[in-house]
């Protein structure tokens, strides 16, 4: 079965600091890693994507890192907000006939402390 | 630009019943793709549609079903409703087919059955 394992469950980061959340994966054949962060009442929104051709991508304070010999990804926040505060989901999916959607880790609720 | 419309937001329903929720996607978006929500088993994959044909489909039973119009608007119907069908059910939108392009939710339908 296709999955993506995703830890922690729940992380407290202080205001300003580095919030880092991991995810591995099983199925070599995933070639798009996407973040998503979900406020409640909200549906997932799109943060961050990443393809295999590269190990880092940065947009603004969140960065995906890629290490596809390992099979994992990381999300990392710098400069940590109250208003990051959300839960955010890894995801992955491929290309290949058959595919099925995005595969999505269990998430992780992140609090951020003033 | 209006992001991904779902309606209703909320939904009653009792055991036996039918539903049927509908999903209007980001303006030229041609795929349209649904998922379920849940605590115990997070976000999972239901179908994809794509110019109005089904491109792929999750493992879920064949009372889930959908189909998308010329529009690109789609609609989702459960049929004979179980308890355990009750959550969050997600609309995702993107310009091009396939779970490896950029997906957009809707803030879900929260379905629940009594």
């Known amino acids: 079965q296709q999955q993506v394992k995703q830890s922690p469950q729940s992380l407290i980061v202080q205001k300003g600091g580095i919030s880092i959340i991991n995810c591995a994966y099983e199925?070599?054949?995933?070639?798009?890693f996407p973040w998503y962060q979900q406020f409640p009442g909200k549906g997932p929104a799109l943060l961050i994507a990443?393809?295999?051709?590269?190990s880092e991508k940065k947009e603004g304070r969140f960065t995906i890192s890629f290490n596809k010999s390992a099979k994992q990804f990381s999300l990392h926040i710098m400069d940590s907000q109250p208003g990051d505060s959300a839960t955010y989901f890894c995801?992955?999916?491929?290309?290949?006939?058959?595919?099925?959607?995005?595969?999505f880790g269990k998430g992780t609720h992140l609090i951020i402390q003033p | 630009k209006a992001g991904v419309t779902q309606t209703p937001r909320y939904l009653i329903k009792t055991r036996g019943q039918q539903v049927t929720l509908s999903c209007s996607p980001i303006?030229?978006?041609?795929?349209v793709s649904w998922y379920q929500q849940t605590p115990g088993q997070g976000l999972q994959f239901l179908f994809e549609?794509?110019?109005?044909?089904?491109?792929n489909k999750g493992n879920f039973p064949g009372r889930f079903s959908g189909r998308q119009f010329s529009n690109s608007r789609s609609e989702m119907n459960v049929s004979t409703l179980e308890l355990g069908d009750s959550a969050l059910y997600l609309c995702?939108?993107?310009?091009?087919?396939?779970?490896?392009?950029?997906?957009?939710f809707g803030d879900g339908t929260r379905l629940s059955i009594l």
């Open positions: 995702a939108s993107s310009l091009l087919a396939g779970s490896n392009q950029p997906q957009h």
């Open positions: 199925n070599t054949a995933f070639d798009y």
């Open positions: 990443i393809r295999p051709d590269v």
């Open positions: 995801a992955a999916s491929h290309s290949g006939g058959g595919a099925d959607g995005l595969t």
């Open positions: 303006s030229g978006h041609r795929s």
């Open positions: 549609y794509f110019s109005e044909t089904q491109r």
